[in-house]
């Protein structure tokens, strides 16, 4: 049973087209303060995507936030904080090429959020996980004429169900086809 398993995941795999995505850029939080200094982080991510129709692909990646909370003060000093989201987005996207070598496209599905703080001083945020949605938008244009190497731009609005996590991150994108 796990050999035919694997050999129709693996037809799955090399069935239609497959992509690669490494994606670096930054993450803005939106869950209630403007986007400044405090609430902004430096994000990178990759996913991978499988079209599933002519125009529609399924995917799933992992994103991470570096550092979005502010340092601790208090009269022993400046702590900094060492923490981090993770998201892990699945859902489909649907793209329109516009011309041979670029394209346009936008998806949705759910999202997996964890964010872990090192340490903690009582006050401020705590270490918390939960489920949500994401919506995104993006553009791509080939690199070659195969059109196997793919650049572009994305942006992903994140939302997390029991909590008031919003983010809006905007990346750069570098895609493999294959």
Not at 123 to 139: A, N, R
Not at 159 to 175: E, K, P, Q, V
Request: charged letters at 15%; a positive charge.
């Amino acid at each position: 049973m796990r050999t035919l398993l694997s050999a129709f995941f693996f037809a799955f795999l090399l069935h239609g087209q497959n992509q690669i995505t490494l994606s670096g850029g930054f993450a803005c939080s939106v869950g209630g303060a403007a986007c400044g200094q405090s609430d902004t982080a430096p994000t990178v991510g990759a996913t991978y995507s499988h079209r599933v129709v002519s125009f529609v692909w399924a995917e799933a990646g992992v994103f991470a936030a570096l550092q979005p909370t502010d340092v601790y003060i208090n009269r022993f000093g400046t702590f900094p904080r060492d923490s981090h989201f993770i998201w892990a987005p699945f859902g489909a996207r649907g793209t329109w090429p516009l011309t041979r070598r670029f394209e346009i496209s936008a998806g949705a599905g759910g999202v997996y959020e964890n964010f872990s703080i090192a340490e903690n001083y009582g006050v401020g945020p705590f270490s918390h996980e939960g489920w949500g949605g994401y919506v995104t938008t993006g553009t791509a244009l080939a690199l070659d004429r195969k059109r196997h190497l793919w650049l572009g731009a994305s942006s992903r609005f994140v939302f997390i169900n029991r909590s008031s996590d919003r983010w809006l991150m905007f990346t750069g994108d570098l895609g493999y086809r294959f």
